[in-house]
């Protein structure tokens, strides 16, 4: 199946803003994250579809994952 | 309204400066200003208080020095210590609005928890760099952990530390939210967040449900 992934902030580093791959049917949220080589810390917010997501709901195709790392000076 | 309002800044530094500024220019009746924090050189670049003359003075007293002199129709008060469990309760209630102006993840989710338990509306702020949010958020709003899904998340800020236009952008932005909910206008980031990303100039609102 295939899930666009969207990038934010510091995530772009050596990845891009957004990308385009190909998973397995059933493909959790963590493992596409883990297949990114992002840190699960390094998380912040994560919608799907534009929605707030979980880390283990996996994904049908076509679906939109964006991530966030955290963002907490003042 | 305005004249009439009790708001409290948390935070008296880069984010809080610029906060304050507005919010005295502005006219808001009350203000109280909490920071536990001394102005230190690295704090120059960009924390609108802080100038050679003032390192290792209390932001929050400089800070209240500043809105006298600059609206003495404003009535305030300042508290130079860090909020806490033990004081946190005593600092917030009676404010009609908390503007989040903190500077690390860990206080900003305590203090959006007291505001939920108090009731009381926070207009949450933050910035790593380039990079910055806001968002409102009420009680009963699921905000900050929708904001914060590690329990062990580091700011990005530690590494990238904050130019001074990043605090004067989101500051902005969380007064005219501020302003929004006292005269009940417009439309506030409530149960959505701006993230600005000035580097690449996207700006964008998304929503948190």
Known sequence: ???KVRLFATLREGRGKEQINTYEDGTTVLQIIES?????????????????GLL???????????????VGGG | MLGKA?????GCGGLGGYVIEMLSRIGIGSLTLVDGDVYDVTNLNRQLYSSPTCLGESKA?????????????????????????????SILKGHDIVIDALDNIETKRF???????????????????WYGQVSTIFPGDRTMEQLYKSSSAKGKEQELGNPSFTPACIASIQVSEAIKLLTNKGEVLR?????MNLLDNEYEIFTLQ
């Open chain 2, 111 to 129: 203090i959006s928890n007291q505001c939920q338990i108090i009731g009381i509306p926070m207009i949450y702020g933050a910035i790593a760099g």
């Open chain 1, 1 to 3: 199946m295939k899930i």
């Open chain 2, 6 to 10: 009790k708001v409290c800044i948390l």
């Open chain 1, 36 to 52: 990114l080589d992002i840190p699960v810390e390094d998380v912040a917010i994560l919608l799907i579809n534009g929605r707030d």
């Open chain 2, 191 to 195: 149960n959505k967040f701006l993230f």
């Open chain 1, 56 to 70: 283990d709901t996996p994904l049908a195709e076509g679906d939109t994952v964006s991530i966030f790392p955290p």
């Open chain 2, 61 to 89: 007293l400089i800070a209240c020095e500043r809105v006298k002199e600059i609206n003495d129709g404003v009535k305030v008060e300042y508290i130079s210590e860090y909020i806490h469990q033990d004081n946190a309760h």
